[in-house]
């Protein structure tokens, strides 16, 4: 009789996608890096239904749907009870937004609609008007139109199939602009540049770079995040002639070193500025294989025996015969990592090399698990 074969290897696998970000360093545009103090995007968010949902909806124990259903209702001179509606073709919604800075009335932006009760999908379904607020209390827009869902959900008596989130939808352009955002821009003395990842050498070189290209502007950092310029007089009520200047500002941007590691994926990503002392790396993989099956013994013709059935268990462990890797101090972190593969490292050897080499203080650069 064949045997039943289970094995269980032990060593785990996966592909590796290695970032290595090597080689000189180059500038990068200040638009880039940075932002200008006063200039963001606010959210906005409002309260609406979406209807024409084909028995999709809201159950009708979701008050709050009902409730809403029969006040919008009553708006348009209909009077109907809550307890009265059915609203399996309505779901109660909360619509957002992101309103860019110096958008006028008029402007359409996207929308995000998401459903807040207990709706099984938005897909076909209309958003009926909706005002959408700041935290101000204040309406800056006001959102209508068909939902555009990227996904489905099909429910059947014994199985389902869903794909993706058919309860978030989404609307091109649905909202229209009603307010615009005040912004205090014009005749400003000074102006802030904030860094989008805070670093002193950063701080000091845009500042540095800005004060080449506007000798006027006495450009110094604050902090590791902030750069604080003079707006020269002949820009005071042109700023966006020099913020389009100082955009195109050319910076060289450091960095902490960093290997990021994320053990669910078996992803490494090694920054440049990681340096590694000297130091020997030598790893075993061990591979342990369980081979179970049955033998079956049948007795003889007329022996009145029983039939046996005796269970074997062969185990096979192999350990790799590694070589040990000398990694040199001036030797940059992409030959290493091409050292370590040609060696035959996987990407789970790779993350358990990398925190043994950071345990014994050869690894100079932060180590961050994801």
Not at 2 to 21: D, E, G, H
Not at 170 to 195: F, H, N, S
Not at 257 to 275: A, P, Y
Request: cysteine-free; hydrophobic content about 45%.
């Amino acid at each position: 009789m064949p045997r039943l074969k289970k094995s269980v290897p032990v060593l785990l696998t996966a592909i590796l996608i290695p970032l290595i970000l090597s080689g000189a360093a180059h500038a990068i545009r200040l638009k880039e890096l940075a932002t200008f103090e006063g200039v963001r995007v606010n959210q906005i968010l409002g309260y609406g239904l979406v209807v024409g949902l084909n028995g999709t909806g809201d159950k009708d124990q979701t008050g709050f749907t009902r409730q809403s259903l029969s006040n919008l209702l009553k708006r348009m001179d209909v009077s109907v009870a809550p307890s009265a509606l059915k609203v399996k073709n309505v779901a109660a919604v909360m619509v957002t937004a992101d309103l860019p800075p110096f958008v006028k009335p008029g402007t359409k932006i996207d929308i995000l609609v998401s459903s807040l009760g207990d709706s099984t999908s938005l897909q076909g379904g209309t958003l009926l008007i909706t005002s959408l607020k700041g935290m101000d209390g204040e309406v800056y827009a006001m959102a209508q139109g068909p939902l555009s869902v990227g996904g489905f959900a099909i429910t059947g008596q014994a199985a389902s199939v869903q794909k993706n989130h058919p309860t978030v939808a989404r609307v091109v352009q649905g909202a229209t602009v009603e307010r615009e955002v005040p912004i205090r821009w014009q005749g400003k003395d000074t102006l802030t540049v904030k860094l989008g990842q805070p670093d002193f050498t950063t701080a000091a070189r845009a500042a540095e770079a800005i004060n080449e290209v506007l000798p006027g502007a006495a450009a110094r950092p604050l902090d590791a995040s902030t750069v604080e310029l003079r707006v020269p007089a002949n820009f005071k009520e042109n700023l966006a002639v020099l913020v389009a200047d100082l955009e195109n500002v050319n910076i060289e941007p450091d960095a902490v070193g960093k290997v990021i590691i994320d053990e669910r994926t078996g992803t490494v990503v090694v920054g440049e500025n990681v340096k590694l002392s000297t130091v020997a790396v030598a790893h075993g993989n061990l591979s342990v294989q369980i081979r179970e099956g049955v033998d079956v013994n049948q007795p003889g013709p007329f022996g009145g025996g029983e039939t046996v059935e005796n269970p074997e268990t062969d185990i096979n462990v192999e350990e790799g015969a590694d070589q040990v890797l000398l990694i040199e101090r001036s030797t940059n972190i992409n030959d290493v990592v091409k050292a370590l593969n040609a060696i035959g490292v996987t990407p789970r050897d790779l993350i358990m090399i990398f925190q043994a080499i950071k345990a014994a203080g050869a690894l100079h650069g932060e180590l961050e698990i994801i």
